[in-house]
């Protein structure tokens, strides 16, 4: 027998996050309630993408369990620019709706830019308008910034779990509008010493070995394996990718009997950028379901509830 401590690596549960920051919520809304009013998000739902529609339907679902209005708007996906300019327009004037979240991606023909731009920055849950883009990147105080809302959810988890940021080397896989450049931003805001990396990026793993924080946001099943991981260094997977090929399963999976059970029922399953034997030698991780997409959701309530009391206060 060796004597060499095995440390197990802390699991960063973002189910039980999200639950605290929503109950966190509750209260506010209750306050908001004596002064009058309820939030109100308005959700755009262009066309029949499944993925959109499942993830659209949690947000509404979830609106309606801490009592926050909700809306939605399901335009055909033959839909024009100059139709859902109108509509963004309309929304930006009612006063009962506070967020607006069009969801993406837009069908081809559509314009998303100028539909993103469209949205008055006083609304702009997702924060992808860029004078909210434009003031998170200037560092502006965080009352004063609506800021996409994965990225905001991993510094929240971060900071709720304790992990350090100040000093301390992140890496991010991913420059995406939505995650990797603001989640950059943030962890810049933060203290960290920031490397983006993406489809280009010369020797990756190097790169990631240096990771204290390892942020890994592509669409790429499995695509950080355990050599690219320092060991002890906290990942974040933020990569929802459905595995329906078993010998694709086999690689990720083989041996998890949790996960051989769902997989022979539904005959699919999710894994993450990150390839789950990569979590092993991590210090801490977040699990693929159950990590960072449970945020994302919370963050956009908190977002809506951030939007309308700023509103009311002339912020
Ligand atoms: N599509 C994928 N992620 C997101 C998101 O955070 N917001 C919106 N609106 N669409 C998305």
Redesign the pocket.
Known sequence: MSNVAVVEPRVLDGVAIAAEIKSELVSKLAEAKERGYTPGLAVVLVGENPA?QL?VKSKVKTCAELGIYSEMHTPAASVTTEELLALVESLNERDEIDGI?????LPEHVDTERLLEAVVPEKDV?G?HPINAGRLLSGAPAEKVLA???PAGIMEMLRRSDIPVSGQRAVVIGRSN??GKPIAAMLINASATVTVCHSRTRDLAEITREADILVAAIGRAGFVTADMVRPGATLVDVGINRVTDAAEFERFFAGDAKRMEGFAKRGSTVVGDIDPAAFRVAGAYTPVPGGVGAL?IAM?MSNTVKAAAARRSGN
């Open positions: 959109s993830y979240l069009i969801q993406l991606p997702d992808f996409p809302c994965t939505i995650v994302t956009l």
